[in-house]
């Protein structure tokens, strides 16, 4: 949710505390493979929501991820 090149926001059953760190895989439509963050750091949790900035990715992730965010900004 709420994708960005720096987080999103992140809507799950699993229970995150701030300051947490994690890797995690997201499913991009249109593409055969998840973008995989390395590292994130969870920056604020409510119920089922959390925010998440993303500190590791590889290269090609990092690509991929401006490609998608690019892609949902539509015409500017």
């Given at each position: 949710?709420?994708?960005?090149l720096t987080?999103?926001?992140?809507?799950?059953?699993?229970?995150?505390?701030?300051?947490?760190?994690?890797?995690?895989?997201?499913?991009?439509?249109?593409?055969?493979?998840?973008?995989?963050?390395?590292?994130?750091?969870?920056?604020?949790?409510?119920?089922?929501?959390?925010?998440?900035?993303?500190i590791q990715?590889?290269?090609?992730?990092?690509?991929?991820?401006?490609?998608?965010?690019?892609?949902?900004?539509?015409?500017?």
């Amino acid at each position: 949710m709420d994708i960005s090149l720096t987080g999103c926001r992140v809507h799950s059953q699993l229970a995150v505390k701030k300051n947490e760190s994690i890797g995690l895989l997201i499913e991009v439509p249109g593409h055969d493979k998840p973008l995989y963050i390395n590292q994130a750091a969870i920056r604020w949790a409510n119920n089922q929501e959390f925010g998440i900035e993303f500190i590791q990715m590889e290269l090609s992730d990092r690509q991929r991820l401006h490609e998608v965010v690019a892609k949902n900004a539509g015409p500017t």
